[in-house]
């Protein structure tokens, strides 16, 4: 048979709702236990995702930052030798102009040409320089101005050359002739 504290045990086991359809006080206490968990849970969840979230937002802006600076310093370390070759032909162009006259050569426009060369190529502006105190959008900028100012140093090398050549062929020319 059964006794008062078998049936008491089994009540606290089984709980019944009440004709209110009420939990006993305790069976209430449980199931706010489980919320209040699963709410700390979820939180600690977010606020994970959150840091995790802004720590790669900011990796991601430095990777940018590191890729701007070190493509800004790449053109700029190759400027130096474009504008060295830059300086020798224009060197080279400048001691064929003062040697030659319009009585040196058979076509005078060969001098003009040289001249027009000479000046464009002095014109050329210096390259800028990359700052690590600069953003990661004016690194790229000031990366495209290096390139373009490489490209025209190279263009104005090649003119030069090339003026410089026509000039000295027209004073042979002209040499040739007189002969």
């Known amino acids: ?9 089994s009540r606290d086991e089984n709980p019944v709702e009440d004709e209110a359809g009420f939990l006993p006080p ?17 939180t600690i969840v977010a606020a994970s995702f959150g840091v995790v979230s802004w720590k790669t937002a900011q990796n991601y802006k430095r ?35 003062d040697r030659l006259g319009a009585s040196d050569v058979a076509d005078p426009n ?13 014109a050329i502006k210096s390259t800028p320089d990359c700052e690590a105190s600069m ?10 101005l290096i390139d373009l100012s490489i490209e025209n140093s190279h263009n104005a ?16 020319e002209l040499q040739a002739l007189q002969r």
């Not at 060969?110 to 002095?122: P, S």
């Open 1 to 9: 048979m059964i006794d008062e504290k078998q049936l008491a045990d």
């Open 26 to 42: 305790r069976q209430k206490h449980t199931w706010r236990t489980v919320v209040a968990v699963v709410a700390v849970i979820l």
């Open 63 to 97: 990777d940018i930052y590191d890729t701007a600076y070190n493509t800004c310093v790449a053109q700029s370390n190759k400027a130096p030798m474009h504008e060295q070759e830059l300086q020798t032909a224009l060197q080279s162009a400048q001691q064929a102009a």
């Open 110 to 122: 060969t001098l003009n040409d040289l001249q027009d060369a000479i000046n464009d190529a002095q």
């Open 135 to 144: 953003s990661s959008d004016a690194l790229f900028q000031t990366a495209k």
């Open 157 to 172: 090398t090649k003119a030069l050359e090339y003026s410089t050549k026509a000039a000295i062929a027209s004073q042979k």
